[in-house]
């Protein structure tokens, strides 16, 4: 016997639905074990980036002023760490360029900034022959 397009439809969504409660178990599963180290390392980089929680608003009661959470769920300071974190790692894929006889790529920002002179003790270090280095004048 041959199915209808409806029948094949509901197929489909059956499958997709039983795809979707399996991931949420999954995922459910992943929160009873792992909320706790999410928890913490998210708390980690809050911290390490400085993204402050959302001040609260302040309304006038019965009773005087009181502070209301205007963030309850965090949603905005998480989407602030993510942008602090989306920004830090656009920083390291800025393109790097090569010095001239050089074998190893340089930062395109250290790449522009002029040389500079190497300090006396590295100096007497990494001579091969023993010299007088200078001290600079104080």
């Known amino acids: 016997m041959r199915r209808t397009r409806s029948q094949l439809r509901a197929a489909q969504i059956a499958a997709l639905q039983a795809e979707q409660d399996a991931y949420d178990k999954n995922v459910n599963d992943a929160i009873k074990v792992a909320a706790f180290a999410r ?42 760490l993510i942008e602090a974190v989306t920004v830090l790692l656009s920083i390291e894929e800025q393109p790097t360029t090569q010095p001239v006889g050089s074998d190893r790529q340089v930062p395109a920002q250290a790449a522009e900034r002029p040389p500079q002179a190497a300090s006396p003790a590295l100096v007497a270090t990494t001579s091969s022959t023993p010299t007088a280095v200078k001290q600079p004048a104080a």
């Open 39 to 80: 928890c913490d390392a998210v708390e980690q980089l809050y911290e390490l980036l400085d993204v402050q929680p959302e001040p609260p608003i302040i309304r006038d009661g019965k009773h005087g002023r009181y502070e209301v959470t205007s963030d309850k769920d965090e949603a905005k300071r998480a989407a602030r």
